[in-house]
């Protein structure tokens, strides 16, 4: 399967800085968040790079925030909530 080389690109750069065992933890989480088939070649090859000595672990590696879980929320259940923390709140 060929990849969007451009988009690859753009990707591993992003991903070269984060360290190696962010990346894979990222890539092992890939079955619950999927990622596109050019976000996983990007990983890789940042990866492959690092053991190869192409490319360096980066010096202050940068983290992804933590993501809040997400759940679906009915328009009923938000506008009750609101209107709940309003009363609350005078």
């Known amino acids: ?3 969007d080389r451009d988009l690859v690109d753009t990707i591993k750069a992003r991903f070269a800085r984060k360290s190696s065992a962010e990346l894979q933890k990222s890539v092992q989480a890939n079955e619950r968040e999927p990622w596109s088939p050019e976000a996983l070649a990007a990983a890789d090859e940042v990866r492959q790079d690092r053991k190869t000595g ?3 672990e980066p010096l202050a ?3 992804e925030p ?3 879980p997400s759940f679906p929320v009915s328009p ?3 506008v009750g909530s609101l209107a709940a923390f309003s ?3 005078q």
């Open 1 to 3: 399967m060929s990849h």
């Open 87 to 89: 009363w609350n709140s």
């Open 54 to 56: 192409r490319a360096q």
């Open 76 to 78: 009923d259940l938000a």
């Open 61 to 63: 590696p940068q983290k």
């Open 66 to 68: 933590p993501q809040l």
